[in-house]
T-cell receptor
């Protein structure tokens, strides 16, 4: 596998279900990100992890719970979601050096539908 | 509050012409600006990064300009091809050194 992979690619869940999204990066990067992309809205940053520590959390509801067990893996645990949480969830990684701007590498995304 | 605006309408151009996409921002002093391409159902793909002290950057048929006085970046695709049809996203650095803030994107359609 190369780049950034995400599983599953598609997920349909009920509001009472618990599920997890998985992201893995094979690029040796030191930062990983979760974004939410809804129709006609810009990508919204949800969480940022650098060296496995959460460094940003943009007022995301507690029904979304991230986990970063190591620098290559990132999870998003989902619990008691609402229909408005249906969106494309994108994972990204980058190699951050001294706060310089660097490109982010995105995975293909998980298309989530909450019924 | 910080705001990033891209062409609100989709851009339709004929093959071979130059496509020009606009990214305007307010209440920002970005250190750099990035452009990404996104195809339907896929994640964005990085194209170009330009820093605040750079006026212009080129990569093959792509050219980006960055005017910090006008608070604007222009993204040009010369000799456009139908394969260039996609949504193009502008992104600016966030408050930390990590995150990016994205615009909504501009949909480009290149017709033969």
């Amino acid at each position: 596998e190369t780049g950034v992979t995400q599983t599953p690619r598609h997920l349909v869940m009920g509001m009472t279900n618990k599920k997890s999204l998985k992201c893995e990066q094979h690029l040796g990067h030191n930062a990983m990100y979760w974004y939410k992309q809804s129709a006609k809205k810009p990508l919204e940053l949800m969480f940022v992890y650098s060296l496995e520590e959460r460094v940003e959390n943009n007022s995301v509801p507690s029904r979304f719970s991230p986990e970063c067990p190591n620098s290559s893996h990132l999870f998003l645990h989902l619990h008691t979601l609402q229909p408005e949480d249906s969106a494309l969830y994108l994972c990204a990684s980058s190699q951050v050096v001294s706060n310089e701007g660097v490109e982010q590498f995105f995975g293909p995304g998980t298309r989530l539908t909450v019924l | 509050s910080q705001k990033i605006e891209q062409n609100s309408e989709a851009l339709n151009i004929q093959e071979g012409k130059t496509a020009t996409l606009t990214c305007n921002y307010t209440n920002y002093s970005p250190a750099y600006l990035q452009w990404y391409r996104q195809d339907p159902g896929r994640g964005p793909v990085f194209l170009l990064l330009i820093r605040e002290n750079e006026k212009e950057k080129r990569k093959e048929r792509l050219k980006v300009t960055f005017d910090t006085t006008l608070k604007q970046s222009l993204f040009h695709i010369t000799a456009s091809q139908p394969a260039d049809s996609a949504t193009y996203l502008c992104a600016l650095d966030g408050d930390s050194g990590y995150a990016l803030n994205f615009g909504k994107g501009t949909s480009l359609l290149v017709t033969p």
